[in-house]
């Protein structure tokens, strides 16, 4: 699996040759063509289309590399991925879908050595290669306004929200001491926080970060950079010191203690800690041609161990601001109920593995996920967009654009709590 191709001189290819001397290694039917992907992914950019076989049509796979910019230890990515993968296929040999439906996990491909992923490093660096079938007969979404009718926006989302609990059902047993963050710090409230705080003490270095850093060596290596200001003193204080800029900054502190509330519960033990997805935006379901029905929950590098609240969050607070992310007009910023209620009536007239104490945080994990997202995008443009990088057309301004939508649809939720906890109630009664 270790065997290195920098002798084949693969990094002065062009992409689909170099593509298909990858592909090579793995067993699938010959002949075989590489070409490029054009639905490829924000992060795994290095994504080619395979065809192989000699029937007609072909058989198709994707061949991905991890990208270790993001992804800095690449074999526990594909460790978690592949239990996650197990777990979906026991669970349904023990018990399929109810009602006919279909649901297809990925399936990877093995290399001639047994393996299910490459490494085409040279040996001073891991280059981590995986092959998966493509899913057939499916479509995604980008977002909702993909749908041109109301109905089928509406269907759209309840689809996804019983993807989300067919896949916590599915994934319920897997035993999460095996599983570890693929992003260390990644949903990790408390450090978010320690970021913000250690940013506006005025940190410039990693000694004047040192009281606010984590104890963890991990954690610290993968984060440390994100806790000191990477900008000028003139231009952090012209940040700092805007107006709508300290309003937020405000609103983050008054609700720190909130937003911790699925980390305490976790610990505490009231609620499960079990294997999440960890990136529940729509194009990472998969709906069927025919039927419209979801049929699998792909990009699964972010597996890692928290609350399904966690990815029940996400996915809503993603779905119900009809302004979008990046909205400058905040008053623009505003819950769609219609969208809340059929992501409320797919998940909770499916899911089967979920408890009491769980569904009573459902409408503050939403809240909870929109606060803690604010926080990031604003912690990272006072600190100067260490994380959330910008490109040369985006404006300088964008990650506080970013959170401070974010922050304004926390505080429409909040207003709506009522409505929102009276449609969880609703759909546990029918």
């Given amino acids: 699996m270790a065997e290195s191709l920098a002798s084949l001189g ?88 109810p009602g006919g439906r279909d649901w297809e996990p990925i399936t990877l491909m093995p290399t001639h050595a047994g393996e299910f992923y490459f490494d085409s490093g040279d040996g001073r660096g891991e280059d981590i290669w995986r092959v998966m079938k493509k899913i057939s007969n499916c479509h995604t979404y980008k977002s909702l306004d993909a749908l041109q009718n109301r109905q089928e926006q509406l269907a759209t989302a309840e689809e996804a929200g019983r993807g989300l609990a067919i896949f916590g059902d599915l994934t319920a047993e897997l035993d999460v001491l095996g599983l570890a963050n693929p992003l260390p710090g990644y949903r990790d ?153 059929a992501l409320c009536r797919g998940f909770l007239t499916t899911a089967q593995r979920i408890t009491p104490a769980e569904v009573g945080l459902m409408t503050d994990a939403v809240e909870i996920i929109s606060l803690e997202l604010g926080l990031r995008f604003l912690t990272d443009y006072l600190r100067g967009n260490s994380y959330f990088r910008l490109t040369p057309t985006d404006s300088p301004d964008l990650n506080k654009v970013r959170g401070l939508v974010q922050l304004r649809l926390f505080e429409e939720l909040r207003r709506k709590q009522d409505v929102t906890r009276e449609c969880v109630h609703k759909f546990l009664q029918s």
């Avoid at 290095?46 to 072909?58: E, K, M, N, V």
């Avoid at 239990?83 to 040999?93: G, H, I, M, V, Y």
């Fill in 189 to 341: 409230t408390a450090v978010y926080f320690s970021q913000l705080h250690s940013v506006l003490s005025g940190s410039r270095s990693l000694e004047g970060a040192e009281s606010f850093l984590p104890e963890d060596s991990t954690l610290r290596h993968s984060t440390e950079q994100h806790f000191i200001i990477h900008l000028t003193e003139d231009e952090f204080s012209r940040r700092v010191n805007q107006p709508e800029v300290h309003a937020a900054v405000e609103l983050l502190k008054e609700h720190e203690n909130y937003a911790m509330t699925l980390i305490r519960q976790m610990e505490s033990g009231q609620i499960r800690t079990v294997a999440i997805h960890g990136d529940t935006k729509l194009d990472n379901f998969l709906f069927d041609d025919t039927t419209r029905q979801v049929r699998a929950l792909i990009d699964l590098d972010t597996i890692m161990p928290h609350s399904w609240l966690a990815d029940w969050g996400d996915m809503v607070r993603s779905l119900c601001n009809v302004a979008g992310e990046k909205a400058r007009n905040l008053d623009s910023v505003h819950v769609d109920m219609q969208v809340y209620e």
């Fill in 10 to 97: 693969t990094y002065e290819e062009y992409p689909t040759a170099l593509a298909a001397r990858i592909v090579s290694r793995f067993s699938l039917p010959r002949p075989m063509e590489a070409h490029e992907f054009r639905e490829k992914g924000n992060i795994n950019q290095q994504t080619f289309l395979i065809q192989a076989g000699s029937s007609s049509p072909p058989h198709e796979f994707l061949l991905q590399k991890i990208n270790q910019q993001v992804f800095t230890r690449p074999r526990q990515v594909m460790q978690s991925m592949i239990a996650c993968l197990d777990a979906q296929r026991k669970s349904l040999e023990q018990q399929p879908r």
